[in-house]
């Protein structure tokens, strides 16, 4: 299961009022650009590198779990953002700021809903897939993130895995599956 914990949200939830697939222009009839580098202050001019750390959180409405996205890219001169994932027009975003330890936290806790799905039984083998934006993130302490796996599916659990670019899941069990960035997602194999 995906658990895209690890974030703090920043400021308050802001409507997107124009955007075009995955590129962002305004949210509240401002720009989002320069709202966004208010937001980064010093972190603004090491964009788009920086915008790892500072992700956007996206819901439809009240009820939705919200979806991270991760910014790929600025353009000054149209005053745009573009992520690795739709902004849909009508949503509702929020900046978020990555915080080590809970990336590590949120990873145990995607084990949690893994092994709870499975009958809280250590399954067979997990496969664990990353973002790449978790791992440029964590840098030396990429491990970590696997250490708190291990310690909840148990040692007799196969580990494999990989890091990818944005990862396909439900939030939660029986949920449907949305794109996710900056998560990392748990599929656990029990033969019974």
């Known amino acids: 299961m995906p658990f895209p914990c690890g974030k703090w949200h920043i400021g308050p939830e802001r409507l997107i009022t124009r955007a075009k697939g995955n590129v962002l222009y305004e949210l509240d009839g401002n720009s989002a650009l320069e709202l966004y580098k208010t937001y980064l202050g010093a972190h603004a001019t090491g964009l788009p590198a920086t915008g790892l750390l500072f992700p956007l959180s996206i819901r439809t409405n009240e009820s939705d779990t919200a979806v991270v996205r991760t910014i790929l890219s600025v353009n000054d001169a149209e005053q745009s953002m573009t992520f690795a994932g739709d902004v849909p027009e009508g949503t509702y975003a929020r900046f978020m700021k990555a915080n080590v330890d809970r990336l590590i936290d949120g990873a145990a806790g995607a084990a949690k809903t893994s092994y709870e799905a499975a ?10 897939v990353s973002c790449i934006g978790r791992k440029l993130v964590l840098k030396q302490r990429t491990e970590e993130e696997v250490e708190g796996v291990r310690d909840i599916l148990g040692d007799q659990t196969v580990l494999t895995g990989f890091y990818s670019y944005g990862e396909i899941a439900p939030f939660t069990p029986g949920a449907r599956c949305d794109l996710h960035n900056q998560t990392m997602t748990i599929t656990t194999f029990l033969e019974r």
């Open 119 to 128: 009958g809280a039984t250590s399954p067979d083998l997990a496969v664990l």
